[in-house]
């Protein structure tokens, strides 16, 4: 079985068709985490047993000729930061190290109901706080491309697990880029859809109104699979959106994008970026002119102050969001105290990491009395400028396009002694939060070290079905090998 | 040197519902610990909240009944501390947008009436509750109170006195009770009340540094540490330069009856308030906001109005008729079934309100007082008889007839019958007729008690008194 160039569909013709049998699949796609994934590092929990118990459960169905779900038999990964319910859900956090839900999230029940099977729980930055993946409170996540550099983050372990060909499809979530980023240093496809697209319920916050939960995948439309299985309203979350915006979107997705209008973001193609991507994503872009779209260059001036307005709103929510970590309840409870003063002082110093420790300062510093109409409330006005320009953007395209990262896959430990540099990992992606529109990143090719590099696609709300059909027909037309060759020592 | 008092007050009030504020467990009292909790009211990793739209709804029934304005738009934000009792160590709360402003309460305290005016009323999520045991050395926490709607409302500083505190506390414990917003029982913590105080010399316009007093646990409560503590800063501004009042918050120590500094401005908390991002704005539609106004019941003071007029009762009367909904509502049930307003009134002021004081709710049917006050009427028994037959109401099924029967309390009213028992007494009691005789009316009660006596009360004093007085 050639699991890494497995797509969903091949997995659901294979098992229909009695090629091979669910149990079968999924030993042969442990028998390759269990190779490679010493090395790479993609998964902090594995659910092995459970999965080949699910499996049979799947083959017995197909056995009796019973209704399959959307993605029966399936293989999937999970982010460390969404609630399965007696599965550990760490957060990839000392703090919640020994940390078991009693209930599963929203994207997890529908997921299970669908007929997945989950493998696993992957590795993330430590509250998904990160770009690297190096902040996880375990081990450190490494780049299928090249195991010396980073895959990215925070959905590092995600990107990784799908790159490596662990799982044909991952879940990660997304609050500044942390799919798509990951997705860019990985070679994979990943979107981060529209805020309220994907019900929120179970997924561990970080920034409760940038957040949002969304699939990675080898290919565009097995990431276009992915977001249909867990898209919908969610009378758990009220943020989530009506069911009338769920669309189906394999139905357009190979309808051609013949007279769509694609804008070019000037600022986002600056003199900072790095001249590889630069001239990939221009090749990418005369590509999409050939396919006839009408490309043309404008300016959305946001990608600087969008970036500190970023920083100050997630931080602000986060420091809200991770107060609930006392030891008091669950998770990490220091070993010796006198009071509760202590007692939480203590949790929290010893069980936070750094990054997570500088988000919840520089959170509490911004809504305090005194700095909060400096900091939180300006942030909150260039917001709404950010979700105006954008707006003002679709009235004339219908997508965006730019470059995923500024900055290929880079080593590990190079950036983690400058915060501030590794913030500025985020500056083409935290935008799209911001206005909570859905953007897509898709391998577009390589640097001559033979590192992904990716291509973002953004479209208006709700308008996932145009950055699909867009990104599968780049896609076709590239037609760029992203199964990456792992040259990995097997002990 | 005269002295003015300031207090503001701030109640908490539990909302009347089924369910939590943003979850479906049960708001129910009284429950095992932590039986009635899930994900989202003890705060799990991941868990969101939904807004249960009746909490909205009887914010908009407190504020129409308390005569806000209802704002339209709403939205909720967080506020930020630290505290075991508070899962998510955040409160999701109002800030700067309340759902209802500007509202006002008549009150009356010694025949002076006066309006308390309303800064706000918003609405909020309940916290948990600490339970210290005896000589352990742990604190439990039970978190079936966390997530349980509350109100808070906030006066404007327009109370003058202790006294006028309690006043505003009742007045508005019996609107909230009468428009079935809340059960407003302080005992079991369903209503809630933090005071500010500041006193200042008659005739100034600055207001002083005040003190907010936390912990009071029934109106008298209220009435003591406001006394105390007013007591208190008047005595720190007598003793002149060198003692101050200092801003802090104090709580009240019932046992030993003064209040003592719970924390200090310089320890005051931080909220870092700001816009809940897992809630969407609350919009209220105009059309809700007519029918719960239209659907609101009388509120005491009309119907205190309606009743002095209607059941021709002095204003004393009914203030304490209509204090609890339930007596009010208990009354007019009497009152149409018997026709006699004046007399029902009086068996529950006197009776049933005493019987209240024993079992905490009213355990004579309406429809068996009423009978009663009619045999009364007709003379059948004797007032005092009455009150024994209305004991034995109070603890059996028993009809009024039946008891009547079986106690054998009928009156005896019949003159020929009494005559006998008349004369047989004055015969028995020459000294006290010769006594009445020479001018000791007071010898004519006695008379009647020894008649009543002989007659094991059964005799109707009316006719008795005829006779007796015939006869003498």
Partial sequence: ?491 | MNYETIIGLEIHVELNTKSKIFCSCSTGFGAQPNKNTCPVCTGLPGALPVLNKEVVNLAVRAGTALNCDINLINKTDRKNYFYPDLPKAYQISQFDIPICSNGHIDIEVEKEKKRVNLTRIHIEEDAGKLVHLEDEEVTLIDYNRAGVPLVEIVSEPDIRSAEEAVSFLKTLRSILVYSQISDCRMDQGSMRCDANISVRELGNKKLNTKVEIKNMNSFKEVYKALKKEEKRQIELYSYGEGYKVVQETRRWDSSKGRTITMRTKEDAHDYRYFPEPDLPPVIIQESVVKNIKSSLPELPKEKKERMIKEYNLTEKEVNIIIEEKEIADYYEEVVKKCGEPKEAANWIITEILRLLKISDKITVKASYLSDLIKEVKKGTISNTAAKSVLEELAVSDKTVQQIIEEKGLRQISNANELEDVVEKILFDNKQAVEDYKTGKKRSFGFLMGQIMKETKGKANPVVVKELLTNKL
């Avoid at chain 1, 919640?96 to 029940?109: E, G, Q, R, T, W």
């Avoid at chain 1, 970023?310 to 809200?320: F, K, L, N, P």
């Fill in chain 1, 1 to 491: 079985m050639n699991l890494e160039r497995f797509t969903i569909d091949s997995i659901k013709q294979g098992l229909m068709s009695k090629q091979f049998s669910d149990v079968e699949l999924l030993t042969e796609y442990f028998k390759r985490i269990n190779k490679y994934d010493m090395h790479i590092k993609s998964f902090i929990t594995l659910c092995e047993e459970e999965s080949l118990k699910k499996a049979k459960e799947v083959d017995e169905k197909i056995a009796k000729g019973e209704k399959l779900g959307f993605l029966e038999g399936v293989p999937v990964s999970i982010k460390d930061n969404i609630c399965t319910n007696t599965i550990k859900t760490t957060c990839a956090s000392k703090m919640l190290n020994d940390f078991i839900p009693p209930y599963d999230a929203s994207v997890v029940k529908k997921l299970k109901e669908s007929g997945a099977v989950i493998v696993g729980k992957t590795n993330m930055d430590e509250f998904a706080m990160g770009s690297s993946t190096e902040n996880s409170s375990f081990f450190k996540t490494k780049n299928p491309w090249d195991i010396d550099r980073v895959p990215g983050g925070s959905s590092g372990g995600a990107a990784s697990s799908t790159a490596a060909g662990f799982v044909p499809l991952a879940y990660g979530s997304d609050t500044g880029g942390s799919i798509r980023q990951p997705a860019s240093f990985c070679g994979v496809v990943g979107i981060k859809p529209t805020y309220g697209l994907v019900s929120r319920y179970g997924l561990i916050a970080f920034g409760s109104s940038l957040d949002q939960i969304g699939p990675l995948a080898g290919t565009v439309k097995d990431c276009a699979l992915g977001l249909e299985a867990v898209q919908g309203s969610d009378t758990k979350d009220s943020t989530s959106i009506k069911e009338e915006y769920c669309i189906n979107y394999l139905n357009t997705i190979e309808d051609g994008i013949k007279g769509l209008k694609i804008g070019i973001p000037k600022e986002f193609l600056s003199e900072d970026l790095n001249k590889e991507i630069k001239s990939k994503v221009s090749e990418s872009i005369k590509a999409l002119e050939k396919l006839g779209v009408e490309i043309e260059e404008f300016s959305l001036p946001i990608t600087e102050t969008g970036l500190s307005a970023y920083y100050i709103v997630s931080s602000a929510e986060a420091s809200s969001n991770l107060g609930r970590y006392d030891g008091v309840r669950y998770g990490y409870r220091t070993d010796k105290f006198e009071d509760y003063k202590e007692l939480i002082l203590k949790t929290r110093t010893e069980g936070f990491g750094d990054e997570a420790k500088r988000r919840i300062m520089i959170g509490t510093y911004v809504l305090s009395s005194g700095y909060y109409d400096a900091y939180y409330k300006k942030a909150m006005i260039y917001r709404q400028k950010v979700k105006k320009l954008f707006k003002d953007a679709f009235s004339k395209y219908d997508v965006i396009v730019s470059p995923t990262s500024p900055i290929l896959p880079f080593k590990i430990g190079e950036k983690t002694n400058n915060p501030l540099d590794m913030y500025l990992a985020d500056t083409l992606t935290v935008n799209v939060n911001l206005a909570g529109i859905p953007a897509l990143s898709m391998p577009c090719g390589f640097s001559k070290s033979k590192l992904p590099i990716g291509i973002q696609f953004m479209a208006d709300h709700f308008n996932e079905e145009k950055i699909f059909r867009t990104a599968y027909t780049l896609e076709q037309e590239l037609k760029v090998d992203n199964v990456p060759q792992m040259k990995l020592e097997v002990k």
